[in-house]
């Protein structure tokens, strides 16, 4: 090797370790509009939390809120009440939302079949409304003197089982919670059909040579392959759920009746930050809430991350 | 493929099953506009029935659009959606394939970081971010809006975006950079077109909570200049909440606009899915 041909090496030796700008380029502008926009307000409101009003004055804390909200008479029943609902309202959309959008997906990717832009275009379709016109015509459906859920359910001979079931305490939750599966249930169908259609066709044909079909082939080579979606549905689902606000707020206002049965962590937060009625606004307790609700999805996103996503086979094809 | 598939009986039977969910799906939604095409006496008595030439009224509209500026509203609500949506994919891309494809230390602290966002509602910092869009002047503009939203949908945006773009073969980058194309021109020429489907995927998920929310326009942007649709609506609800003929109105006007949007997103997914992009 001759001499200027070491030294080339050489001096390309310092090129390889150079700082790749791309890689900053590519990441700024989403790291800017992120950070400034989102991380630091919310450092600010979790910082909040430790403080709290003293004679007139900010001061430090420390968990003396954390202890006022889960044990304290005039928070704790609330705040209880409200986690209990949220985990009930979460259990609800994974029974029912999650397999409904699995199987709607699962018959919308069937090969040849007709109508199927129609089909997912119009199943979809509650998921683009907003809560306002979602919470008022359910409002509307379900109210016994507009009588359109009684006329329905006499057309299938149920009459007798209706009930004003958002005026109920004992209902109201799972009222609210099958409402919003109703307008939510596209997202996973959505992702989970994109999952299925990514499934080669190599695949499938060798199942189907193997006589591998129908259910058996669902349950034995297309689902398996869909996982991570169903993992990537599911922590949606828990994450939406435990920020889920809205369509409480629509249906059963501020203070999420009858009785607070529809109460869960978003309502409570709100109506703890901002007052409502009598009650003033109170921003430590808000941050409070609000820190407890970052805790509770911390340590679901965080399962999902460490435990489930990393048992998860990927297959690459 | 398969004769089972395709066999009469089963494919009626599919197609029935998803009919009939296709029903649940709209019901309420035509339940909606028919009636707000309606006297106020036929919309009580008869709310499953279509407008006939005897019940047929448009005094909803007419409310609607002789008290709000509507036309005002769907412009800003547009333009506030769009450019987030135009924002996020963009910047999420960038990000997505920035850690889906180099090796860098602190790779997975950044992707960690970023997907932090997913989980928390941005809601949480709500009384920080007033006071930040106070400081910089940004308070009923749509500029507050646009960073908001575009604040909150890029940790998405970039989580479903690199999940993608991990698919994307390593031999066609490095054939691409044997090729001579820089970095940029990989990304933007052989990555941006293969995962056009997640970014189509990503933009219909990113514009539903923008065009749907409530809670910013109130405390960013609620003057009047600022309104977006759906502020419009509830406010009409707020001031017409008797007046049912107006608020049906002004609903099946808020549906409108995001169902045209939908189909031209929708349009891209179907093409994105079809040509097999991702598989």
Known sequence: ????????????????????????????P?????????????????????????????AFVGLANFKVLFGDARWASDFWNALKNNFIFFVIHMLVQNPIGVALAALLSIPKLRFVGFYRTAIFLPTLLSFVIVGFIWKLILSPIWGVAPWMMDLVGMKSLFAPWLGRPGSALIAVSLISVWQYVGIPMMLIYAALLSIPDEVIEAAECDGVTGWSQFF????????????????????????????VYTVQGALAGPDGSTDILGTLLYRTFFGFQLQLGDRSMGATIATVMFLIILAGVSLYLFVIQRRMRRYQF | MSKARTSPIRSSLVHLALIAYTLVALFPVFLTIINSFKSR???????????????????????VLGQGDFALYFQNSLIVTVVSIAAVLLFGAMAAFALSEYRFRGNTMMGLYLAIGIMIPIRLGTVAILQGMVAAGLVNTLTALILVYTAQGLPLAIFILSEFMRTVSDDLKNAGRIDGLSEYAIFFRLVLPLVRPAMATVAVFTMIPIWNDLWFPLILAPGEATKTVTLGSQIFIGQFVTNWNAVLAALSLAILPVLVLYVIFSRQLIRGITSGAVK
């Open chain 1, 1 to 28: 090797m001759s001499q200027a041909e070491l030294q080339s090496i050489a001096r390309a030796e310092p090129i390889r370790r150079q700082i790749r700008w791309h890689i900053l380029v590519f990441l700024l």
């Open chain 1, 30 to 58: 989403a790291l800017v509009i992120y950070s400034a926009v989102m991380v630091l307000p919310l450092i600010e409101t979790l910082r909040l939390s430790l403080f709290n009003v003293v004679d007139g004055q900010p």
């Open chain 1, 220 to 247: 034995k080579i297309k689902l398996p392959l869909i996982l991570p979606a169903i993992g990537i549905i599911s922590i949606l689902t828990f994450v939406g759920n435990f920020n889920a606000f809205d369509l």
């Open chain 2, 41 to 63: 006496n036929a919309i009580f008595r008869n709310p499953l029935q279509v407008p006939t030439p005897a019940t047929f009224d448009l005094v909803g509209y007419q409310t």
